[in-house]
Each structure stands twice: as structure tokens, then as C-alpha cells.
T-cell receptor, first 111, second 112 residues
Framework: GDSVTQMEGPVTLSEEAFLTINCTYT??????LFWYVQYPGEGLQLLLK?????DKGSNKGFEATYRKETTSFHLEKGSVQVSDSAVYFC??????????FGAGTTVTVRA | GAGVSQSPSNKVTEKGKDVELRCDPISGHTALYWYRQSLGQGLEFLIY????????KSGLPSDRFSAERTGGSVSTLTIQRTQQEDSAVYLC??????????FGPGTRLTVL
């Protein structure tokens, strides 16, 4: 079945540091890939997505590129802020409705 | 505009009781989804509605769990004879057709 594996946290960074969260997936078809973010006390929000190989999703300074050859969708941000502290979830969908999520990575950014 | 809303935000119940969780999707969204977020299992898909029909209910963990949707809008997730392992945050999401899912704030269920 479909599955998503993302790097375990927690991750603690200083402001303006570079952030990478690794995500790899297993799927039978050609899934769409997503990063969702959950800020403290808030619901899940879509951060970015990519629907086909080599697509790059980007939002709020975050980027992720759909790499079919390595079945990966790593999340990156060049300079994090305290406000980026959150739990980040990698997810896939290969049938346009059911999302399969990774375990989540908690990121804390210190001033 | 208004997002997905869920009620109650918190529910504490005793083992063996039935509970109903409500989801109000974004107006006009034809697709509605229920997920469960628990410490041990992470985020799990439960059920998907397209209109009032549920083409995929494969994620419902047991026959104690059921869900319905009426008028292509509000959905209710019912858990009968609750068990302690049902304690989790139950998330609802909606989308226009098959598209980006917009999540509600969740209902935190605690079974004592």
C-alpha cells in the first residue's frame, strides 16, 4: 500500500538557518504529493503541493520538488523564522481523495 | 469566507457511551473527509464522501464507527460503545470535487 516516511524530529534551529525535512514515499501509481503544516493550536493547512514528476511546489519561502527517480519530496526553506515553528506533514494521494500522511516532524525555531 | 467547522471542539466521555461528532464543510464543497490523529497511529484516513455517498469507508476501524452526510453538507461521525483506544483528535476536511483538502480544527475526544 501507499506510505510516506519523513525524517523524525524534533528539529530545533536558530532563526535564519536552513531547514530541510526529508520525505520519501511508496506508491503504486503516480501520486500527488503535499506538505501540510500544523501551527500550535491550529488546524492542518496545505503548505504546498506537486502533482507530477519534476514539479516544484512553493509557498511562504518553502519549496519541494517531486523527484520520481528517488521517490522523494523534501521540504526546504533557506532562512527560517520563529513563526515557522510548527509540525510539518508530508502526504500523498494517488486517487484524488485519500491522503496518506507521514508521521510529522516538529520544528522549533529559536530567536 | 468561513472555513470548515467542527463541533464540539472537545468531548470527554465514559467508556461504553456513544458520541457524535459534527462537521460543517465549506459551502459548495462536494467532497468531505474524516481523518483521525492519534499519538500511536499518526494521521489516518477514515472515510470519504462525494455528495451524500461514501465511495470509500475503508478506513473506519470497526463497525462501531459510522458516518453520514445529509444534503451534501453537514456530516456526523458516530462512535458507538466508545473504547479508550478511540481517544484521538478527529479531523474533518472538505474540497471542491477532488482537489486540495481544507481541514477543520478538529474534535479532541477523550474516553475515560
Amino acid at each position: 500500500g501507499d506510505s510516506v516516511t519523513q525524517m523524525e524530529g524534533p528539529v530545533t534551529l536558530s532563526e535564519e538557518a536552513f531547514l530541510t525535512i526529508n520525505c520519501t514515499y511508496t506508491a503504486t501509481g503516480y501520486p500527488s504529493l503535499f506538505w501540510y503544516v500544523q501551527y500550535p493550536g491550529e488546524g492542518l493547512q496545505l503548505l504546498l503541493k506537486a502533482t507530477k514528476a519534476d514539479d516544484k511546489g512553493s509557498n511562504k519561502g518553502f519549496e519541494a520538488t517531486y523527484r520520481k527517480e528517488t521517490t522523494s519530496f523534501h521540504l526546504e526553506k533557506g532562512s527560517v523564522q520563529v513563526s515557522d515553528s510548527a509540525v510539518y506533514f508530508c502526504a500523498l494521494s494517488d486517487n484524488d481523495y485519500k491522503l496518506s500522511f507521514g508521521a510529522g516532524t516538529t520544528v522549533t525555531v529559536r530567536a | 469566507g468561513a472555513g470548515v467547522s467542527q463541533s464540539p471542539s472537545n468531548k470527554v466521555t465514559e467508556k461504553g457511551k456513544d458520541v457524535e461528532l459534527r462537521c460543517d464543510p465549506i459551502s459548495g464543497h462536494t467532497a468531505l473527509y474524516w481523518y483521525r490523529q492519534s499519538l500511536g497511529q499518526g494521521l489516518e484516513f477514515l472515510i470519504y464522501f462525494q455528495g451524500n455517498s461514501a465511495p470509500d469507508k475503508s478506513g473506519l476501524p470497526s463497525d462501531r464507527f459510522s458516518a453520514e452526510r445529509t444534503g451534501g453538507s453537514v456530516s456526523t461521525l458516530t462512535i458507538q460503545r466508545t473504547q479508550q483506544e478511540d481517544s484521538a483528535v478527529y479531523l474533518c476536511a472538505s474540497s471542491p470535487r477532488a482537489d486540495t483538502q481544507y481541514f477543520g480544527p478538529g474534535t479532541r475526544l477523550t474516553v475515560l
